[in-house]
């Protein structure tokens, strides 16, 4: 089967920043053999970029001579003479995955460049295997160095990449180094402006991946579009020779096993069909085995299997209407008031929508780590993913459009084959405008192109009928594109006071589902008055109930997720005594206390 332009895109990840090693995206690296190197990093914090650029503000890794000033080398005085002005040995260590404004409190607002090292040995298992170095996420921008030589670089804080490394490794003392850097800047994505912390570092796990010559680097199994029974898709193999190649795909609770030839690019498309499947949903999360074999190398797998579309008003969930009972999330673990990076911390904001009756999370604003996705997988949480494109980014600059369609890209390769992921997010809140239209569009048509099994949407904003009072809408040429209405609004708390909602009605025309992507107040936990006095438990529960009542006259509503399951830390919050840095707009306070609203939000699921 020839490779065709959907499996194309899929596969187009790998070209857009190749600078000095191509960077590879390497699917299910979480159930790949592997040597994590998570723990201590020694770190160096460089403001001025002193380890990066010369005086002359010249990168020092574009020097043809070797800089002791640059730190990516590392570098030791070894006689009394020498003039070294830095020295990870004698630095201090954090834990990565990790941010660093949790770690180290002189870190906590900081935003700029920080260099971390990791020394290790490596022992390769076989002469001829390859060896990669894989990151879950760093934010901002990571350059990466191993022994003194540019890997490469990559920009986005929350999409996974990687380096193949087998050329340069030594069997001892390697020392990899990462310069971070986490500042704001106009073109990038998300812009200076944001309404969530802006957590710098390695936050997500880092490992040494091995490999056989050729191995088994991509694939993709789900449900064709629209069948109940025919399972498509492709597996890819990486290396020199990997053309004519058997690899065998098996199912062992099917019965299913079936040898596929690779063509001149290593790649073997199939489709088959399976007539006894058991459909993933919440009710049953259910997952199979998965097994590919490529000569020795196997990959083992779980993967559920369901068809996700819309009809009319409904979504249907295999073929069934569904109502999306969710809620937002941000990636953070309040009570450690720092990055959720780790299974435990996936768990715990999973185990509480759970709790609040959720059939269904936003993960806000950006891609999220593979654990809260593998997660939904086995808790039954259907499950949105958003592209970090947030308020005013700047959409005339094409540089800034190939930043958001990269980060679009990796973050549908990482997650495909996850049966929780039904609706693919491109922005939220972002200002009407030509430019913003056309980009969006842009990314939408990428995403359909890339996979038309899922739901394409966007968080979209309001806006009032003219010349009707207390009617609103959603007035956005997106609603033509997309294939659910979703708009965040905020009755109650931004505009008017809760009984604003009984004045309020919705004239939405389109005939699709609709998702209130946000809606919700501020609280702070312990905090009591009457229904009137902000910032209080009594207004926040009030702002529920007469959102939900209004909410539910919309005859399309077939979902939600309010804003938001917890507190959460943002530099946007600064009132004393109350915010103190926190967005309070959460379920549940940063300590893990239960508001009174939580108890509203959970009655209203168990109606649904
Ligand atoms: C916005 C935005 C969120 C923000 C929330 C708020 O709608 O999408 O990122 O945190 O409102 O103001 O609390």
């Not at 007469?546 to 539910?552: C, E, Q, S």
Request: glycine share 8%.
């Amino acid at each position: 089967m020839k490779v065709n332009k959907r499996i194309f895109l899929f596969l187009s990840v790998i070209a857009v920043s190749v600078v000095c090693f191509p960077q590879q995206v390497i699917q299910n690296v979480i159930s790949r053999e592997k040597t994590s190197l998570n723990g201590k990093w020694k770190y160096i914090v460089d403001p001025y970029e002193t380890g990066y650029y010369n005086y002359r503000q010249q990168p020092r890794d574009e020097e043809n001579y070797f800089d002791p000033d640059a730190i990516f080398n590392n570098a030791k005085a070894t006689d009394k003479t020498q003039k070294v002005e830095y020295d990870f040995d004698l630095s201090p260590t954090m834990n990565i995955p990790g941010d660093w404004n949790s770690q180290d409190d002189k870190l906590f607002y900081y935003e700029g460049t920080v260099w971390f090292k990791k020394s290790f040995d490596y022992a390769k298992s076989e002469p001829g295997n390859r060896v990669y170095v894989n990151f879950g996420a760093v934010n901002y921008r990571a350059d990466v160095y191993l022994n003194g030589k540019k890997l490469g670089f990559h920009e986005g804080g929350f999409t996974p990449f990687g380096f193949e490394i087998t050329k340069i490794l030594k069997p001892k003392d390697n020392f990899l180094i990462v310069k971070v850097d986490n500042k704001r800047r106009r073109d990038a994505v998300p812009t200076v402006n944001a309404d969530w912390w802006n957590y710098g570092g390695i936050t997500r796990d880092v490992d040494i991946i091995e490999t056989p010559a050729s191995f088994v680097i991509d694939y993709l199994i789900q449900l064709k579009k629209d069948s109940g029974n025919v399972i498509s898709g492709y597996i890819r193999l990486d290396g020199i020779s990997v053309s004519g190649k058997t690899v065998t795909l098996s199912i062992p609770e099917m019965g299913f096993s079936r040898n596929l030839v690779t063509d001149e690019k290593g790649y073997a498309g199939f489709e088959f069909v399976i007539n006894k499947i058991t459909y993933w949903s919440p009710e049953n999360p259910k997952l199979y085995n998965l097994v590919i074999k490529n000569d020795k190398e196997t990959i083992n797998d779980r993967i559920g299997f369901r068809m996700i579309s819309v009809k009319g008003h409904d979504i249907l969930l295999n073929g069934q209407p569904v109502f999306l009972k969710g809620i937002s999330i941000h990636e953070e673990n309040p009570l450690r008031g720092g990055r959720a990076y780790c299974i435990e911390d996936a768990r715990m904001l999973l185990t509480w929508a759970k709790e609040l009756g959720c059939n269904f999370v936003r993960l806000a604003h950006y891609p999220h780590n593979e654990y809260m996705l593998r997660l939904a997988d086995e808790m039954g949480i259907m499950v949105w993913e958003e592209n970090p494109v947030y308020w005013s980014i700047m959409f005339e600059n094409e540089t800034t459009y190939n930043l958001a369609e990269k980060q679009l890209s990796e973050m549908m390769s990482r997650d495909k084959n996850r049966s929780s992921v039904i609706i693919w997010s491109m922005a939220n809140e972002t200002p009407l405008s030509n430019a913003r239209i056309k980009f969006i569009n842009k990314l939408i048509s990428y995403t359909r192109l890339t996979d038309n099994t899922r739901i394409v949407s966007a968080a979209m904003e309001i806006s009032g009928v003219e010349g009707k009072e207390g009617v609103l809408t959603v007035n956005d040429p997106l609603v033509e594109s997309v294939d659910i209405i979703s708009f965040n609004e905020y009755i109650g708390w931004y505009s008017g006071l809760p009984d604003a909602c009984k004045e309020t009605t919705w004239e939405i025309k389109q005939d699709k589902p609709v998702i209130i992507s946000e809606f919700g107040g501020d609280a702070l936990y312990g905090m009591h008055g009457d229904t009137l006095t902000r910032w209080s438990e009594e207004y926040q529960e009030n702002l529920y109930k007469k959102n939900l009542d209004m909410l539910g006259k919309i005859p399309q509503l077939r979902g939600m997720s309010p804003w938001i399951l917890a507190d959460f830390r943002s530099p946007r919050r600064l009132l004393p005594g109350i915010q103190d840095g926190w967005n309070r707009k959460g379920l549940i306070s940063e300590k893990g206390y239960k508001k009174k609203a939580f108890y509203i939000l959970q009655k209203y699921y168990k109606t649904k």
